[in-house]
């Protein structure tokens, strides 16, 4: 069967005689191999079946005209909930009354990752939209897990144009929030790991500044004691780059090219969310994986699970 699926951008759309459409797209990803492309090739003047579906949601963002300031801000608090900042004025006039300088605005045009909206709708934490009486968590859910969009319009009794309207519609609503949502949790997970890197680099430097007694042991096993108190961070990572650390089948992650894909520019985020994990988790398996592999290097382990 010739199945290809890939993403792009839609260059061209012209109605021809007859009522035809001709559509011409250029990936902007790489096939996955030159099969794809032998694939590809057999389709063409062959019946198909195709969707569209656009990667990148634009809404606008009322500003204030004078400081080009956006008038919403949002905040996020300890559990990732997102909110709307009241400024001080539009407090005083909710609790006195008070009249407020309303500052002149502009609409100002936005773009969003649709994944990133999507994964904050999918976390939970988007607001419900009254007049969107959808429960667009679960929708999305089921499209991800597999489901197409005509049959999530059909058991919503929808058709698939309205299900994609009021979709389309609430993710420009939720695109602000979402956006901040994802800076808190790129800082949550940075916060995390970079605390595990420095409680991993405050180990290695105590442990290196321990007393050695050889005389008090067997030579063997204090020159790899000794090598494993002086291993630091880097020792350890280039260990596990050298693809000599074992393997363990509760953490089911190649670290060694996880590892490799942070040094070549990835953030730790990027790679969890190609994953489809959470960070923290990866920060956790991340952790437990290197306190095993000193465990190993310093013989209390005999080998991988």
């Not at 109605?15 to 492309?37: A, F, H, P, S």
């Not at 994964?119 to 988007?126: H, K």
């Not at 790679?271 to 994990?277: M, P």
Request: glycine share 6%; hydrophobic share 35%; with cysteine.
């Amino acid at each position: 069967m010739a199945y290809i699926e890939a993403e792009g951008v839609l260059v061209n759309a012209n109605m021809k005689k007859g009522g035809k459409l001709l559509i011409q797209i250029e990936v902007t990803e790489d096939l996955e191999n030159r099969e794809d492309y032998f694939h590809l090739r057999k389709m063409i003047e062959k019946n198909v079946r195709f969707s569209l579906d656009n990667l990148v949601v634009a809404y606008n963002v009322t500003v204030n005209a004078r400081t080009n300031k956006p008038v919403r801000e949002y905040r996020v608090d300890e559990r990732g909930i997102v909110s709307e900042v009241v400024s001080e004025g539009e407090q005083a006039e909710m609790d006195l009354g008070l009249p407020v300088d309303k500052a002149p605005t502009k609409e100002e045009s936005e773009e969003a990752d649709r994944k990133l909206i999507d994964e904050f709708i999918c976390s939970g934490l988007a607001p419900q939209q009254e007049d969107l009486p959808i429960d667009f968590q679960a929708a999305l859910q089921r499209f991800y897990d597999g489901t197409g969009y005509p049959r999530i319009a059909a058991d919503l009794n929808i058709t698939l144009g309205e299900l994609s309207v009021m979709l389309d519609e609430y993710r420009k609503r939720v695109a602000p929030l979402a956006k901040k949502w994802d800076e808190w949790r790129q800082g949550q997970v940075h916060g995390v790991i970079d605390k595990q890197e420095e409680v991993s680099s405050a180990t290695s430097e105590a442990e290196s500044e321990e007393h050695i007694e050889p005389e008090e042991q067997n030579l063997e096993a204090t020159d790899n004691e000794t090598e494993q108190k002086l291993l630091g961070k880097d020792e350890l990572e280039n260990f596990i780059l050298s693809g000599h650390a074992p393997d363990y089948e509760d953490l089911a992650y190649d670290f060694k090219e996880l590892l490799t894909r942070k040094r070549n520019g990835e953030t730790w985020m990027e790679i969890a969310q190609s994953l489809k994990v959470s960070s923290s988790k990866l920060a956790g398996d991340w952790s437990e994986y290197k306190k095993r592999v000193k465990a190993f290097l310093a013989g209390e382990e005999n080998g991988a699970a």
